[in-house]
């Protein structure tokens, strides 16, 4: 079993920055990759951005140039720092992790962006 707890989410107005943070805690060996998702209101999730555990990054095009995947080895924690943030990034965003091929999902944290 994998836990992950997410924080950072909040307000920002149209422009400004957040950082999320996915605390991963439990079995977390053999994990292949760890990513941010979104959704909103009767939309399917939608992938952010991930990050492999080699290292590798990849982004949604609507993530790419504003935010940035990174992590913590050493404290099991990947962020998502989100600049020049818009309104339509408006979601709750879950941390996923993939691990012998199971995903598992945190609580989720809104993130609202004002006009």
């Known amino acids: 079993q994998v836990q992950l707890v997410e924080s950072g989410g909040g307000l920002v107005q149209a422009g400004g920055s957040l950082r999320l943070s996915c605390a991963a805690s439990?079995?977390?060996?053999?994990?292949?990759?760890m990513g941010w998702y979104r959704q909103v209101p009767g939309k399917q999730r939608e992938l952010v951005a991930r990050?492999?555990?080699?290292?590798?990054?990849n982004y949604a095009d609507s993530a790419k140039g504003r935010f940035t995947i990174s992590r913590d080895n050493a404290k099991n924690t990947v962020y998502l720092q989100m600049n020049s943030l818009k309104p339509e990034d408006t979601a709750v965003y879950y941390c996923n992790a993939l691990r012998l091929d199971y995903n598992y999902w945190g609580q989720g944290t809104q993130v609202t962006v004002s006009s």
């Open positions: 439990g079995s977390i060996s053999s994990i292949q990759h």
């Open positions: 990050i492999f555990s080699g290292g590798y990054t």
